[in-house]
């Protein structure tokens, strides 16, 4: 079976333009959460979706914005860029939304440099 | 409030010596806890969890922690390092609040192996 794709796996971004992520978790699994992480820090939540809804959002403010297809794919989307907003962006994905005994399963990430 | 707090930013081992990557965490509640590793370049694996079962975890590649309450600990060691161990290692909480979980990262250990 595949594992999470993310893509594209690198992108470089101008300030100010909008940029669209995209996420397949594994098969059979229906929670898709987002996390950002910037150079030397750890993996920060942004948002989890649950059966196409919403079920929780980090502290990051709402030029982020994301949603789940039909199929549990995922995007995440980013207005207005900031230089800030470099890092990179990790899909996880999970067959339960509170990941209760089960773990998340990563993909390798998409690499945003805003410049 | 869920926290961890990874007490060594960056350790270096020689090869064949034992590894020890120091965790502590601050739960609200009965945590659930994680180690994962992430390579250069790499998505972040998953390498032992604890769930409120046994108190010494066993883990992927020789890894593994112990968790104790009465520390609020939850140390990654492995007897023997080898090279292919030199990573960035993240101690993880799940957040349980509200209707869904999100993973809570520490800012990271960097593991080197020295030949």
């Known amino acids: 079976d595949a594992g999470v794709t993310q893509s594209p796996t690198h992108l470089i971004k101008t300030r100010g333009q909008q940029v669209t992520l995209r996420c397949s978790p594994i098969?059979?699994?229906?929670?898709v959460s987002w996390y950002q992480q910037v150079l030397g820090q750890g993996p920060q939540f942004i948002f989890q979706y649950y059966e196409k809804e919403e079920r929780g959002r980090g502290n990051f403010p709402d030029r982020f914005s994301a949603r789940q297809f039909p199929n549990y794919s995922s995007e995440l989307n980013v207005n207005a860029l900031l230089l800030g907003d470099s890092a990179l962006y990790l899909c996880?994905?999970?067959?339960?939304?509170?990941?209760?005994?089960?773990?998340?399963?990563f993909g390798q990430g998409t690499r945003l440099t805003v410049v | 409030a869920q926290s961890v707090t990874q007490l060594d930013s960056h350790v270096s081992v020689s090869e064949g010596t034992p590894v020890l990557l120091r965790c502590n965490y601050s739960?609200?509640?009965?945590?659930?806890l994680f180690w994962y590793v992430q390579h250069p370049n790499k998505g972040l694996q998953l390498l032992l969890k604890?769930?409120?079962?046994?108190?010494l975890v066993k883990g992927i590649n020789g890894f593994e922690a112990e968790f104790k309450k009465s520390e609020t600990s939850f140390h990654l060691t492995k007897p023997s390092a080898h090279m292919s161990d030199a990573a960035e290692y993240f101690c993880?909480?799940?957040?349980?609040?509200?209707?869904?979980?999100?993973?809570?990262f520490g800012k990271g250990t960097k593991l080197s192996v020295k030949p």
């Open positions: 993880v909480v799940v957040n349980y609040g509200g209707s869904q979980g999100n993973l809570i």
């Open positions: 739960s609200s509640y009965s945590p659930s």
């Open positions: 996880a994905s999970s067959f339960y939304s509170r990941q209760l005994n089960t773990e998340a399963f």
């Open positions: 098969s059979g699994h229906k929670s």
């Open positions: 604890y769930t409120s079962a046994a108190t």
